[in-house]
């Protein structure tokens, strides 16, 4: 895909290795894995958004990623809500996920859950929106099919310090 080189896999084997992960890791350590995963995938996938819509609008050339999500058969990704400014960093999204791999996989081994479980794809989200705002966005899962939501449900914004009382920078 525009000289990058992909691998198609099965979800259930995906799902294989999330069991054997968890099995032999932890759950703890697996959701950081494979989350740091989706946040590689994610910072590629928007050099190569960057790369290959860079001629129109920023908005166009971000909305690559849900895009490509939707392609892969990863996730469908409908904006709920959307604040950006490419210029100064603003960032403020909401999304919902509907028919997840990971929360159809991670139910399929596991059944319901007591906490959000699309780790590659949260991890994906905020390395994707990072690497277009060119500062670290942190994207979080407030509701989860997994769970017992009707959808899955993510909100993303800069991560400010509290060392910095809520400014930019610090």
């Not at 294989?16 to 890791?25: A, D, F, H, P, T």
């Amino acid at each position: 895909l525009a000289d990058n080189r992909m691998v198609l896999m099965h979800t259930s084997a995906l799902g294989g290795l999330r069991k054997e992960l968890i099995g032999s890791v932890g759950k703890e350590h697996t959701r950081r894995l494979l989350t740091r995963m989706g946040y590689a995938s994610g910072v590629r996938d928007a050099e190569l958004a960057k790369r290959i819509r860079g001629s129109k609008s920023m908005m166009d050339a971000f909305f690559t990623g849900p895009q490509l999500h939707m392609l892969e058969g990863i996730v469908r990704v409908s904006p709920v809500s959307l604040e950006i400014d490419f210029d100064t960093g603003k960032f403020s999204g909401e999304f919902l996920w509907e028919n997840s791999w990971e929360q159809e996989v991670h139910m399929r081994e596991f059944g319901q859950s007591d906490d959000p479980v699309c780790w590659t794809q949260i991890g994906y989200a905020s390395g994707y929106t990072s690497a277009f705002m060119g500062r670290f966005i942190l994207f979080k899962e407030v509701e989860c099919v997994a769970c017992g939501h009707n959808s899955c449900r993510i909100f993303g914004k800069p991560l400010v310090s509290a060392q910095t009382g809520g400014r930019k920078g610090g």
